[in-house]
């Protein structure tokens, strides 16, 4: 177990047990299912909180949200998205049966919903929509997810075969110059503004990333790695290595506006870059992208007051807990020592910001014109902050942040 001062731990605990209870209660107000904005992704949480108290109380909350999750899909519930629905919950469902926490065939469970989760899939890239959380992404990730983990042969073929598809699309919507592949894409939907997003969460970043995921698969290493290889290079040239910079990369580029500093977080920034760029390094066997990338990454460590990294909340995707979570697995990924101080530095941050008495655990998110709001969820609520907190201070292994791509 990771080294945390004993009051700091039975404060974690305590804001664990009180989660637990929050999420129980409030789960069935969350109107989607999906793993990262709706329910099947606080069921994560408590698996693994019962997990980490050697207890059945959390795997029974979780086992009922999954079936609620179930029930509500019979009972006519079809928006489709990663982020918030079906085909996220169906990434959990893949993802718990992996890890022992439940037995289902997930096979006759999931494959009904197969070919509207690809029609949706189509329509979305043939419109230039790659985006993770919401777009065509989304849906390419659980069907990898899919071929991982069906036991049948025909799936596979069929599931290597829609993978086909979004890497070919992907190849016609890229645009190629000196700097390599570049993907353009809506960057304000309110203005209308287009531009190539480097992000993890929307943009390029999450393109390699899915791209390093496919690349050991022979039968699609062909397609994906002129793509992938022209991915990284575009955005390596984004870099922005002058000594006063305080980013290293912008969250997009466009032709007529100026390079904004990147906030630190998941979402849109140096981290999810970085983070994109290690694993392609590792599918790609190069070691010196994996250098860069840590050298990125390391970079980022040192980013800790509010002017440097725009940290304004606690949430998984882009407050203090998301980055405690990657530096806490970058940690255990390499055991390099900056990483675990750094880690250590953002849980307290987080603990630090549990200032609201009307808030879960002391927790709000800030939503902009909503401003400070309470929520539940894996993405921007207190199951991303438990699930951090479990990270933290648990030492079984877990891969539950894949469903993030940050594993």
């Known amino acids: 177990m990771l080294e945390i001062k004993v009051t700091t731990q039975a404060l974690l605990n305590q804001q664990l047990k009180e989660i637990h209870i929050i999420l129980r209660d409030n789960y069935k107000d969350v109107k989607d299912i999906g793993g990262l904005s709706g329910i099947s992704g606080i069921s994560l949480f408590q698996f693994y909180y019962s997990k980490y108290l050697n207890s059945d109380v959390g795997a029974e909350i979780g086992a009922e949200i999954l079936s609620e999750c179930i029930d509500r899909i019979n009972n006519g519930y079809n928006f489709p998205t990663y982020c918030n629905g079906i085909a996220g919950a169906g990434w959990v469902i893949q993802h718990l049966v992996e890890e022992d926490f439940v037995e289902i065939d997930v096979d006759e469970l999931l494959v009904d919903l197969d070919v509207y989760l690809y029609s949706v899939m189509k329509v979305n890239i043939e419109q230039g929509d ?5 777009g065509a992404l989304g849906y390419g990730y659980y069907f990898l997810k899919r071929l991982k983990n069906t036991q049948s042969e025909t799936l596979k073929n069929k599931y290597l075969s829609y993978l086909s598809d979004i890497i070919q699309q992907l190849d016609v919507l890229s645009e190629k110059d000196d700097y390599g592949c570049k993907w353009n894409s809506i960057l304000d939907h309110e203005s209308g503004l287009k531009g190539y997003n480097l992000s993890l ?3 390029m970043s999450s393109i390699i ?12 290493r062909d397609k994906v790695t002129p793509l992938l290889k022209g991915g990284i290079s575009y955005i390596l040239s984004h870099e922005d290595a002058t000594q006063d910079s305080i980013s290293l ?3 997009w580029s466009t032709q007529s506006e100026e390079r904004q500093t990147s906030r ?10 970085g983070i994109s760029l290690r694993i392609a390094a590792l599918a790609l066997k190069d070691s010196d992208l994996e250098e860069k990338a840590l050298k990125i990454l390391k970079r980022a460590t040192g980013r800790k007051t509010k002017e440097q990294s725009l940290v304004k909340d606690t949430c998984m995707c882009h407050g203090a807990f998301g980055n405690a979570q990657i530096f806490n697995r970058l940690y255990r990924d390499t055991k390099e020592e900056v990483f675990l101080e750094a880690a250590d530095f953002w849980i307290q941050e987080g603990i630090n910001m549990a200032t609201f008495s009307d808030g879960y655990v002391g927790y709000k998110q800030w939503k902009g014109k909503k401003g400070w709001v309470n929520e539940i969820d894996l993405l921007m609520g207190v199951a991303g902050i438990g699930m951090a907190i479990l990270f933290h201070i648990s030492d079984f292994e877990t891969s539950w942040d894949e469903c993030l791509m940050i594993s």
């Open 130 to 134: 790659y985006d993770f959380l919401h």
């Open 201 to 203: 969460s929307h943009g």
């Open 209 to 220: 990333n899915f791209l390093s995921r496919l690349y050991p698969y022979t039968e699609l």
């Open 249 to 251: 990369f912008p969250s």
């Open 264 to 273: 630190l977080a998941w979402c849109y920034g140096d981290l999810g870059i």
